[in-house]
C-alpha cells in the first residue's frame, strides 16, 4: 500500500497508493514536521510547562511522534502522547525509513512505536500510546490535551476529516488556550475552525509551503 520516497532533505517519507498522497511534503520531511509540528507546536506550548499532552490525528510514519520523544528529552519535559491512526503501517515498512539514522537516534525507539504495544514509557520523559481507528470513532478525554498535530491527508483527499464537527471534537478534548497546528490553510479548513472555538493563526511555511495554521481554542464548543 506504501512506496518508499526520499525527500529534498534526504528523509525518507511514503507515498500512499490508496489516498494518492504523500505522507510528508517532498520539499523534506523532516523539514515539514519540524517546522510545522515541532517549532509552531511544541516548542511554542510549551514555554514554562513541565508537562504536556499531546494529540495526533493521523500518526502515519511515526515521525512526529519520534520528534516529540527527542524534544522531550533534550528539554527535559515530560510529554504523554497519543497518536490515532485508522490504517497503520506495519513494521516492516517503518524499517525502511530513515529517520533514526539521519536524527541519530536508537532506532528501537521508533520501531517500538510501530509495534504491538499500545501504551509504554519510551523513555524518562516520553509516554507514548496509540489507538489503531477513525479518530470519528474514538471517544477523547475533555480538556486534557495542550497540542494537537492535525495530520490527515489533504482535505482535498479526505473532506471528511476536516469539518466543523471534528473540530468542535478536537476543541472539547484541548484545555482551553490548547493550540492545533495543522499544513492547511484552505479556506474551508480555517472556516470550520473558527466555527468551532478556535482563533486562527497564519504562519510563513516551509520550503513548497506558503503558509500552514495554529488555531488556539479560545472558547469551549
Ligand atoms: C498525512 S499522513 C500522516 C503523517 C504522519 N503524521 C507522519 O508523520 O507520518 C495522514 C495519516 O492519517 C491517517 N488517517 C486517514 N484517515 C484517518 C482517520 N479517519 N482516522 C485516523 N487516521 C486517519 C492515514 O492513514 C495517514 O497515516
Redesign the pocket.
Known sequence: MVDTVITEDSSSTFFNKKFGEH??STYGAIRE?RHIFIDAGLMFISHGKKEINIL?????????AFLSCNYASANKIRISYLG????PIDLKDAGKLNFPELLETNPDIFLRMHGPEMKYEASEHFYFEKHIG???GTALTPKHFDLV?F???SPGS?PE?WTKEIFMKINKSLKTGGILTSYSCKGFVKRNLKSSGFSIKKLPGPPGKREFLRATKIEEA
Open positions: 505522507y510528508h514536521s495526533e490525528m493521523g500518526f502515519g510514519t511515526g515521525l512526529n490515532i491512526e485508522a490504517f477513525k479518530l470519528e498535530f495530520d490527515a491527508f479526505q476529516l
